[in-house]
């Protein structure tokens, strides 16, 4: 059984930061792309950031600038740092990851969602 578990959202007013993380754990060959999407209210979910197994990175254009995303492959982690937060901000962020498990081939997950709110 794989699994990704979101951490780090919260309540920030505009103006601050917030670092999400998001750790694949299971039975794991090896975590391809990883992603962080979001969700804000009667919206569709829009990708925010994502990230190759080789490190390559790509942003939607509203956050670039100001959110960065990373990997640490030992972890089978990523992170989502997020600066300059604005109140359109405010979503539910997920983690998205192509992994490789046991039998050899991939599949894509999502985590539980994070709720993060940009507000003073």
């Known amino acids: 059984q794989v699994q990704l578990v979101e951490s780090g959202g919260g309540l920030v007013q505009p103006g601050g930061s917030l670092r999400l993380s998001c750790a694949a754990s299971g039975r794991i060959r090896s975590v391809n792309a990883m992603g962080w999407y979001r969700q804000a209210p009667g919206k569709q979910r829009e990708m925010v950031a994502g990230i190759s197994s080789g490190s390559s990175t790509n942003y939607t254009d509203s956050v670039k600038g100001r959110f960065t995303i990373s990997r640490d492959n030992a972890k089978n982690t990523v992170y989502l740092q997020m600066n300059s937060l604005k109140p359109e901000d405010t979503a539910v962020y997920y983690c998205?990851?192509?992994?490789?498990?046991?039998?050899?081939?991939?599949?894509?997950?999502w985590g539980q969602g994070t709720q993060v709110t940009v507000s003073s």
């Open positions: 998205n990851a192509d992994i490789v498990g046991w039998s050899y081939f991939e599949y894509n997950y």
